[in-house]
């Protein structure tokens, strides 16, 4: 099952594939996905997720009925409880459709439109773990930039939807980056990496700056930012050492699941004014 709609409804589209539409129209109570979330399904793929389990092995059995049989739109009230194979407690009212070329050209705008205001994550570098991390972020509810000056390091596989920028201009996408973004810098160079952040830092306004390293590490570098004159609550704004979650392990897959957890945590759901000031140093 993917999670990119866009580029699954885009493919089926181009392919001439029907496609049906599973909305939960409401919910009451416990349930696994709130009101006004979508997904797509044709007779053979699905995009996205409704909550999974019974609830949605039911739905994708109606949508394909309606794609095969055709007919109307289809309302389905389930309960979460009692004999329905599920314990959440809750009520989901879902609405099944098969939307016209109008209604799927409404649903990909609508899938734009959230990708657009999904906030902006620059990872810099393209290493073991940078790489890693680009296949673990894709699929959270942000926009992911990545940089890296050396081509050949992104691997052979870029995950989808992810802005990869392969000049290594790291200048213009710190620049560039709205207010309330987040970075995490993992770059093959020390130097490099210090003064990617000491740039981001200088702004101000950004909600998450992690920096890859040890405890050794972050000292040497806020030592330096004090000499630059950095202020003192935007140096301890950076995170570093990053996936803190008690664990200390070096291989890349594992940090990589660590690192995002903790960007859920201090950056999808961090306050949305500027850094975090949290200078906690309980990390990898």
């Given at each position: 099952m993917s999670m990119d709609m866009r580029a699954d409804l885009a493919r089926w589209r181009l392919m001439g594939q029907?496609?049906?539409?599973?909305?939960?129209?409401?919910?009451?109570?416990?349930?696994?996905?709130?009101?006004?979330?979508?997904?797509?399904?044709?007779?053979?793929?699905?995009?996205?997720?409704?909550?999974?389990?019974?609830?949605?092995?039911?739905?994708?059995?109606?949508?394909r009925a309606l794609l095969a049989t055709g007919g109307g739109a289809q309302e389905l009230r389930i309960d979460l409880g009692g004999r329905?194979?599920?314990?959440?407690?809750?009520?989901?009212?879902?609405?099944?459709?098969?939307?016209?070329?109008?209604?799927?050209?409404?649903?990909?705008?609508?899938?734009?439109?959230?990708?657009?205001?999904?906030?902006?994550?620059?990872?810099f570098?393209?290493?073991?773990?940078?790489?890693?991390?680009?296949?673990?972020?894709?699929?959270?509810?942000l926009r992911l930039a990545w940089c890296d000056s050396r081509p050949h390091e992104f691997g052979p596989v870029i995950p989808a939807g992810v802005d990869v920028h392969d000049d290594g201009d790291w200048q213009h996408l710190v620049a560039g980056a709205p207010a309330g973004s987040g970075a995490l810098v993992l770059t093959q160079s020390h130097a490099?990496?210090?003064?990617?952040?000491?740039?981001?830092?200088?702004?101000?306004?950004?909600?998450?700056?992690?920096?890859?390293?040890?405890?050794?590490?972050r000292r040497r570098f806020v030592a330096a930012f004090r000499a630059l004159g950095l202020p003192e609550d935007r140096i301890n704004a950076m995170v570093c050492p990053i996936g803190g979650q008690g664990v200390r392990d070096k291989r890349p897959p594992v940090i990589a699941a660590l690192v995002a957890a903790e960007i859920v945590t201090r950056f999808l759901h961090a306050p949305q004014e500027g850094c975090d000031a949290d200078g906690d140093e309980k990390r990898l």
């Amino acid at each position: 099952m993917s999670m990119d709609m866009r580029a699954d409804l885009a493919r089926w589209r181009l392919m001439g594939q029907p496609v049906a539409r599973i909305s939960v129209a409401a919910a009451r109570g416990s349930t696994p996905r709130e009101a006004g979330t979508f997904m797509l399904v044709t007779s053979t793929e699905q995009s996205g997720t409704v909550g999974g389990g019974d609830l949605e092995w039911n739905a994708i059995h109606h949508a394909r009925a309606l794609l095969a049989t055709g007919g109307g739109a289809q309302e389905l009230r389930i309960d979460l409880g009692g004999r329905s194979g599920q314990c959440c407690g809750g009520e989901v009212v879902l609405f099944i459709d098969v939307p016209d070329g109008k209604g799927l050209d409404g649903i990909m705008a609508e899938l734009e439109r959230q990708r657009r205001a999904a906030p902006l994550l620059v990872l810099f570098g393209a290493g073991h773990v940078g790489r890693a991390l680009a296949h673990v972020l894709a699929p959270l509810p942000l926009r992911l930039a990545w940089c890296d000056s050396r081509p050949h390091e992104f691997g052979p596989v870029i995950p989808a939807g992810v802005d990869v920028h392969d000049d290594g201009d790291w200048q213009h996408l710190v620049a560039g980056a709205p207010a309330g973004s987040g970075a995490l810098v993992l770059t093959q160079s020390h130097a490099l990496d210090s003064v990617i952040v000491a740039s981001i830092l200088e702004r101000g306004d950004f909600r998450y700056v992690g920096l890859i390293g040890s405890h050794t590490k972050r000292r040497r570098f806020v030592a330096a930012f004090r000499a630059l004159g950095l202020p003192e609550d935007r140096i301890n704004a950076m995170v570093c050492p990053i996936g803190g979650q008690g664990v200390r392990d070096k291989r890349p897959p594992v940090i990589a699941a660590l690192v995002a957890a903790e960007i859920v945590t201090r950056f999808l759901h961090a306050p949305q004014e500027g850094c975090d000031a949290d200078g906690d140093e309980k990390r990898l």
